[in-house]
């Protein structure tokens, strides 16, 4: 178990809906990334925040967005789906970010199907 | 633009044998490395990092791997595989003068062959 939470871990929903996926970090990391995962492009980051601030951006759809609450958790917030989208989406978090050499702990994962 | 590669989509392994997966990378600076391993329907696990000192590291599950500057390549080694580590195993690479952000490999589906 690395401490990472995600919810939901499956989620079956259609074309054209909205969803949000749920990421709690490790105790006392900062640092949260976002990635997806399918079979065609492999794992693809997608966004960092630390301490609730936007770090780092990578492969992210503008019809994706996320944000890091005060309290550390953070939301992948996914609009517009389509069946393209279906993949695994990881959190993972670490400690810091800049200048670091931490690893990155991921969560379970969010299986998301589209419809 | 930092980059990394696996050239091998599968490698299979006779249990008992010595394992090999090989990584490549390329960075405008230092690097930092780190191999995970994801099993079945579970998330990515690290298991180990290079980011100075000696080339030689140890990590988890009696992994270890080689830091190789010259050829810019981190391959993943076990002396004696296990059934238990077929798994897929992910190279991944920062830029120690970049934000944290961190760049997998597409990944090598280890199969240990009982």
């Known amino acids: 178990d690395s401490g990472v939470t995600q919810t939901p871990k499956h989620l079956i929903t259609a074309t054209g809906q909205r969803v949000t996926l749920r990421c709690s970090p490790r105790?006392?990391?900062?640092?949260v990334y976002w990635y997806q995962q399918s079979l065609d492009q492999g794992l693809q980051f997608l966004i960092q925040?630390?301490?609730?601030?936007?770090?780092a951006k990578g492969n992210i759809l503008e019809r994706f967005s996320a944000q890091q609450f005060p309290d550390l958790h953070s939301e992948l917030n996914l609009s517009s789906l389509e069946l393209g989208d279906s993949a695994l989406y990881f959190c993972?978090?670490?400690?810091?970010?800049?200048?670091?050499?931490?690893?990155?702990?991921f969560g379970p994962g969010t299986r998301l199907t589209v419809t | 633009a930092q980059s990394v590669a696996q050239p091998e989509d599968q490698v299979n392994v006779a249990e008992g044998n010595p394992l090999t997966v090989k990584c490549t990378y390329s960075?405008?600076?230092?690097?930092?490395l780190f191999w995970y391993v994801q099993y079945p329907n579970r998330g990515l696990q690290f298991l180990l990092k290079?980011?100075?000192?000696?080339?030689l590291v140890k990590g988890s599950y009696g992994f270890e791997a080689e830091f190789n500057k010259s050829q810019t390549s981190f391959h993943l080694k076990k002396p004696s595989a296990l059934v238990s580590d077929s798994a897929l195993y992910f190279c991944?690479?920062?830029?120690?003068?970049?934000?944290?952000?961190?760049?997998f490999g597409k990944g090598t589906r280890l199969h240990i062959l009982p």
């Open positions: 993972a978090s670490s400690p810091g970010w800049q200048g670091g050499t931490y690893e990155q702990y």
């Open positions: 105790s006392g990391d900062l640092s």
């Open positions: 925040y630390y301490n609730g601030e936007e770090r």
């Open positions: 960075v405008s600076g230092n690097p930092y």
């Open positions: 290079y980011i100075t000192g000696d080339n």
């Open positions: 991944a690479v920062r830029d120690v003068n970049r934000d944290d952000k961190i760049i």
